[in-house]
């Protein structure tokens, strides 16, 4: 028999319902249990004391929940939020962005009430809930050890959208530039139109710093952003035409932020400082057409654009982690809608103009301020008193924030139909490079005197592919007989390598080309049955063979990352009682000094050094191809130069 449950105490729960009725039966069972602060560990309390000092948290708990997983498989919810909230919830919704991040997004049974939403996020099985219900906004926080805080999040009236001005270098020239003709509005169409919605892939960069300024992980809050805008494109009717996809995002662990937000904005755009030196190459990679970093700093600015109209080396900005955090604040979609084309609203004196209908859009009515994700100026409070904040629209003048009140003006603001027309341009900034061509050896390590097989195993490239095999022998100073370590081709143009080996170490090498004229190597180490005879304590150095001239070996792997080793010999010379001085440098393809290997004097024998990729002063070599260069001399005469090539990859 069906009863009423009255819940005596606050938390949230969340249950499996199979109908939404009103009732539950007497097996339901809250989703969460309540949670009692003295259980906290230190951890968990440095995490509850950063909200509890939050100004903009109210009516926080404490709930405990054990199995995160569980919510992949569910198709409905009943949220008891508070005694006089409940929400009733169906899945609409569920993304997986990796095998430890997921998301469940639902909304209420009816489907035309855009207010109101669920979204659990999660990272590394810690959720993170975003819930809008009857104009409030309700988070849900992991602290960890499956300890959660529920509490209800108003939203910050401290905090501006970005700063007017920019201190200094490139940036500066956003606040002083003007666009003298903008676009105008010739009629009141909304842009070209497509069948499918045309993505543009985002790369998403953040700091330590940001990871450490907020409660929640940051991979959940990149992640609520690129559904907020989504959903604005959705609400701004624009979803059919265009969508935004996070592509990849990434932790950077190395930089230390500048309290300027114009300052970190430039280093992260900037293409001729050592500042994030892998970005571009990232950016590339994966095809970002807009890239955005992610930081703790900033004062009170919430996001910087590098311009309005960016096109593609202009393409960055960065957001406040904090302010991704904020109800209604949209910094995300905002700093977005800048690089396609928009700016603030009308009265907000913008600085730069791209189009004449390009504003955001702010209104009075009903006695309260309605503004658009591009306003910035329109202020007041809800009906609690709290900052109202921005609703969930792109300005477009077919478009309605509320019953009767439409979402902009055809002649002014219209930021819709500026990412409608500017969609098809921004989207194709970067293509993401075609997947490597590459091959691998897979088979035995080690053998025992007898007939083995390895194989070729080739990925992407152009067929039909030819194969060229190699075997040299692993020679060792120390060896007590001759070795030749020259590479010596064997088997046939097959994949399949079928050969005999015994005694001592040795490598296998294939060469792999593609109809397209294209290269790829790999090598296979493989111990051998018995080693060849080493040199013991007992043995007279005198007897060690060294070479009978100099040599410099082509550095092996090549090419290589991040590691290779260059080997070369030094001959028994007439002047036995003078060791010459030995230099062994490496060269940019330019001739520029990258970094000095070796500078000694050096004995007659064989030697091995290894380069890790690094120049004179730590930092990692840009991948390209290098020289590097053996010089000996005695005194001041020349005895030995050679000069090789290296690649270094990336």
Sequence with gaps: MAIMIKFTFYFLSIILFSSFNVSLTQSSKPFFESAQHGNLNEDQLQILDK???????????????????????????????????????????????????????????????????VRLFSSDNKISGFIRVKEKFIRITPLG?????????????????????????????????????????????????????????????????????????????????????????????????????????????????????????????????SYFPYIHDLRDQYGADIVILITAGGGADCGLATTIKAYSSEAFAVVKASCMDEEKRFTFTHEIGHLFGGTHDTVDEEDIIAYDYGYGYWVYAGGRPYKTVMAVKATGNDSEGNPRGRERFLSNPFASLAVGISAGTFDKNDVARVHEERISEVAAFKTALPPAFDVTISGPSSFNCNTQSWVANVSNGGSPFSFQWYHRWECDENLRIPCDDSWNPVGNNSPILNFYLCTGNSFLRVDVTDINGNTVTDQHYIQGWEEYPKINSDFDESKIQVPNEFFLLQNYPNPFNPNTTIKFGVPRLA????????????????????K???????????????????????????????????????????????VKKLILLK
């Design 145 to 273: 050890n499956h300890i959660y805080a529920i509490y209800k999040k108003s939203p910050s009236n401290n905090l501006s959208s970005h700063p007017k001005e920019y201190p200094s270098g490139a940036l500066f020239t956003r606040s002083k530039k003007i666009i003298s003709n903008p676009e105008k509005n010739n009629d009141n169409s909304s842009g070209p139109r497509t069948s499918t919605p045309i993505i543009f892939d985002v790369l998403v960069i953040y700091t330590s710093e940001a990871e450490s300024s907020v409660s929640d992980p940051v991979v959940s809050l990149i992640n609520q952003s690129e559904q907020d805008a989504n959903d604005i494109y959705k609400n701004s009717l624009i979803n059919q035409f265009i969508k935004l996809n996070v592509v990849h995002k990434q932790a950077d662990a190395n930089y230390i932020e500048d309290p300027s937000m114009g300052v970190n904005l430039e280093r992260f755009s900037n293409t001729t400082d």
């Design 51 to 117: 909200l509890e000092k939050d100004k903009t948290v109210n009516d926080l708990r404490l709930v405990r929940y054990k199995n995160d997983r569980s919510l992949t498989n569910k198709e409905s919810l009943l949220l008891n939020l508070y005694n006089d909230i409940q929400f009733k919830a169906i899945k609409t919704e569920f993304k997986t962005y990796s095998s430890t991040s997921w998301a469940w997004i639902g909304g209420p049974l009816n489907s035309n009430d855009k207010n109101n939403y």
């Design 575 to 594: 002047n036995k009682s003078i060791n010459g001085n030995l230099q062994l440098t490496i060269y940019s393809i330019n001739g520029a000094l990258v």
């Design 596 to 642: 000095t290997l070796v500078n000694q004097n050096y004995s007659p024998g064989t030697y091995s050094i290894n380069w890790d990729g690094t120049n004179q002063l730590g930092s990692r070599a840009s991948a390209g191809i290098y020289v590097y260069q053996i010089t000996y001399s005695q005194g001041n005469r020349l005895g030995y130069k050679e």
